[in-house]
Nanobody
Framework: QVQLVESGGGLVQPGGSLTLSCVAS????????VNWYRQGPGKQRELVAR???????DYADSVKARFTISRDDAQNTVYLRMDNLKPEDTAVYYC?????????????WGQGTQVTVSS
């Protein structure tokens, strides 16, 4: 069983930056692929960025060159650095993780952290 706890959200002005953290319980987090999703007001949940157990990364087109996902397996933590934030980035951001070798065997979600981009 893995528990995920997100933090780092808040209110930021357009053009500003935030770094979100996703801290996981358990001792095998390095074998998990991790995603950041977001759900804006009145919108469907969308995949923002992902990092695989070998640290390969992938991003949605809407955040490429602005967001950076990284992981520190010694700290069981995945980060989402968000730069040049726009009002349309306003959403609840969720961390999601699953075992990289057998993705269908388990899936975990955090409770979410609110990011609001507004002047």
């Amino acid at each position: 069983q893995v528990q995920l706890v997100e933090s780092g959200g808040g209110l930021v002005q357009p053009g500003g930056s935030l770094t979100l953290s996703c801290v996981a319980s358990g001792d095998k987090f390095r074998f998990y692929d991790v995603n950041w999703y977001r759900q804006g007001p009145g919108k469907q949940r969308e995949l923002v960025a992902r990092i695989f157990s070998g640290s390969i990364t992938d991003y949605a087109d809407s955040v490429k060159a602005r967001f950076t996902i990284s992981r520190d397996d010694a700290q069981n933590t995945v980060y989402l650095r968000m730069d040049n934030l726009k009002p349309e980035d306003t959403a609840v951001y969720y961390c999601n993780a699953y075992p990289s070798i057998n993705p269908a065997s388990a899936e975990y979600w955090g409770q979410g952290t609110q990011v609001t981009v507004s002047s």
